[in-house]
């Protein structure tokens, strides 16, 4: 019922910055949790931050900490990542999740409290 689209991938130098944006139709994700992942080729799907979005709670992986932001816009039902300080190993594709349930802390950070998934944007980060 709810489909995701990621845009805002491509390629950077490291030390600059890109936005990913997705953007939720179909149905409402307005009181649940919307989640960022990456996967590299050849490693598991990795998290990397999530938003609760009626709390307003703030999730982020330890590796991107200081460097990403998740923001929203509910006018929009859109979901935003800034990354900054981009480095070479943050290379993969990336992902939006939404979750249509209420999630403890350690949930929003496993692929399987997601029920529904962007196609991915890849980003490509060059030394």
């Known amino acids: 019922q709810v489909q995701l689209v990621e845009s805002g991938g491509g390629l950077v130098q490291a030390g600059g910055s890109l936005r990913l944006s997705c953007a939720a139709s179909?149905?409402?994700?307005?009181?649940?949790?919307m989640g960022w992942f990456r996967q590299a080729p050849g490693k598991e799907r990795e998290f990397v931050a999530a938003?609760?979005?009626?709390?307003?709670?703030?999730y982020y992986a330890d590796s991107v900490k200081g460097r990403f932001t998740v923001s929203r816009d509910n006018a929009k039902n859109t979901v935003y990542l800034q990354m900054n300080s981009l480095k070479p190993e943050d290379t993969a594709v990336y992902y939006c999740a939404a979750r249509t349930a209420p999630a403890h802390a350690v949930a929003v950070t496993r692929p399987s409290s997601y029920d529904y998934w962007g196609q991915g944007t890849q980003v490509t980060v060059s030394s």
């Open positions: 938003l609760s979005w009626s709390g307003g709670a703030l």
């Open positions: 179909g149905g409402t994700i307005s009181r649940y949790v």
